[in-house]
């Protein structure tokens, strides 16, 4: 059966691919899964039919059959139970590499993102400056650490996995910033994640759409 996923009718990321219906579409392109999409605007993200299947109101969602999945990181994580090429044969490194999902999603995102909301909604406070100081510090440790523990491999644990996917769709929030610039192997890092195939299928598919509602 076809799963279905939900995406912005109008993304805000402006056809960047961070729009996190991006990871989902990328898995479901590393896997070879045809996939169905339902763009939804800001509005029918609110109305009742959408919280039945995200109670938060936010996208992605995941249909196939009588399964209803939200939250990016679980549906990547479905994806990557339910098909080969995401999650390593070997138990151990099964389990390693979705730990890394979780460090992705749990350690290395939130300041990421507490940065980019703060840009966008409180430039104007007085205590910006010093707020932003102290969030790109946070940003800055967890990435050293991450830098560190890369060293010259090409992904995280051995081959490519899910780990790389969630965390290469994380470091790329930081684009623009220059602070990723800072650690060489994680702009590598980053950029050998865009060079897979697959990742272009799901960020011209995710591209396409913007394009269409651009020019509507």
């Not at 060079?195 to 394009?211: G, I, S, Y």
Request: glycine share 6%; proline share 5%; net charge negative.
């Amino acid at each position: 059966m076809t799963p279905t996923i939900t995406a912005f009718e109008r993304s805000p990321d402006r056809g960047k691919g961070l729009a996190r219906d991006m990871r989902v579409r990328w898995a479901l392109e590393e896997v070879g899964q045809p996939y169905d999409v339902r763009l939804l605007s800001f509005g029918e993200m609110k109305e009742p039919a959408h919280r039945a299947l995200h109670p938060f109101g936010q996208i992605p969602t995941y249909e196939e059959g009588d399964l209803a999945l939200f939250e990016s990181g679980a549906i990547v994580l479905h994806i990557a139970q339910r098909h080969a090429g995401l999650l390593p044969a070997d138990a151990n490194s099964r389990t390693r590499a979705i730990a890394w999902m979780f460090a992705a999603l749990n350690t290395v995102e939130p300041p990421i993102v507490e940065r980019t909301m703060a840009t966008l909604l409180e430039r104007d406070k007085t205590w910006f400056d010093e707020r932003q100081r102290m969030v790109e510090a946070r940003v800055r440790d967890h990435l050293g650490q991450l830098s560190d523990r890369l060293g010259d491999a090409d992904w995280l644990d051995g081959a490519f996995s899910a780990g790389d996917l969630l965390m290469v769709t994380v470091l790329q929030r930081l684009k623009g910033s220059g602070m990723l610039d800072e650690y060489p192997n994680l702009a590598a890092y980053v950029a050998r994640g865009e060079a897979r195939p697959a990742f272009k299928r799901a960020f011209d598919a995710q591209l396409a759409v913007f394009t269409a509602a651009s020019t509507a």
